[in-house]
């Protein structure tokens, strides 16, 4: 048949109204598709074991909440070896 120019308002008027809750649904399904991916990264990444492990000789690290986030005597070490001072004090003002 025939088509008029009614007709074709109609169509282009349909798949309009077809289009946006087609295109939220794939949107949708796209974000869904990623999290499972990011999901199954994160399952594998916790799987691994780490390349570095703790000393086994280390001390336990003892948190002193006191609130004003001061040190006395700090020395920064590596290897053993004092790498960036030694008796250095701050306070956190």
Avoid: C, W
Wanted: net charge negative; aromatic share 10%; charged share 20%.
């Amino acid at each position: 048949g025939t088509a008029t120019v009614g007709d074709l308002v109609l169509v282009n008027g349909l798949l309009f109204q077809l289009s946006i809750p087609l295109n939220f649904i794939g949107s949708v399904y796209r974000e869904v598709k990623q999290a499972f991916i990011d999901m199954e990264q994160l399952f594998i990444l916790k799987d691994r074991q780490p390349k570095l492990l703790d000393n086994t000789n280390a001390m336990e690290y003892v948190y002193n909440d006191d609130g004003n986030g001061n040190g006395d005597n700090n020395a920064f070490v590596h290897d053993g070896q004092v790498a960036g001072g030694t008796n250095i004090t701050f306070e956190n003002l």
